[in-house]
């Protein structure tokens, strides 16, 4: 009679445990992101746990798998700065940390606020979807460009610029960035 009693204690445990954490993940699918309220707040509260991986000694990304953090956006959209890109071995890695965006008061226009902590690194698919606004692209409305001309963009500005920008990234179900768009700030 006891053991019965602890393994219905044990199974609702689990339970209450399992369910507060997909709550906590938001266990949506990968078009399932939250809307912008909900992803300022998930990004705002969301703190990085690993440092970037040390390259190799040939200055490549090292062989092993996605960071945890990018294993924790696994199949998430996510509000992040960029301090970084680069391109090695045919693919493109990020150097993102949370951050979070405000309606500007004034423009139809976003304010970007500078997360803290460390800065972790994500990589691209290789076919990543990469959309720019102003001062990034060459317009106000998102236009699509080439993961290349992303990185010459990101990395041709210098880093207090960069810290004024602020990107939406789709991650897949393995961690990796599928889609990056920069936000529109004047």
Avoid: N
């Amino acid at each position: 009679m006891r053991v019965a009693h602890r393994r219905t204690t044990t199974v609702r445990c689990l339970t209450a445990l399992t369910l507060g954490l997909l709550a906590l993940t938001g266990c949506g699918g990968p078009d399932d992101g939250p809307d912008d309220g909900q992803a300022a707040t998930a990004t705002a509260t969301a703190s990085v746990t690993s440092a970037p991986p040390a390259p190799s000694p040939d200055g490549t990304a090292p062989s092993s798998g996605p960071s945890a953090t990018a294993a924790r956006w696994a199949g998430t959209k996510q509000f992040v700065q960029i301090d970084d890109a680069r391109t090695a071995d045919g693919r493109t890695y990020l150097s993102v940390r949370p951050a979070e965006k405000k309606p500007h008061p004034r423009f139809e226009a976003w304010v970007i606020v500078p997360g803290e902590g460390p800065y972790t690194e994500v990589s691209m698919t290789e076919d990543a979807q990469v959309l720019l606004s102003v001062p990034l692209g060459d317009a106000k409305h998102p236009a699509a460009y080439t993961q290349d001309e992303f990185v010459g963009r990101l990395t041709a500005r210098s880093s207090s610029d960069r810290a004024l920008l602020g990107f939406d990234l789709s991650f897949d179900g393995q961690g990796r960035v599928t889609r990056v768009q920069s936000l529109y700030t004047p």
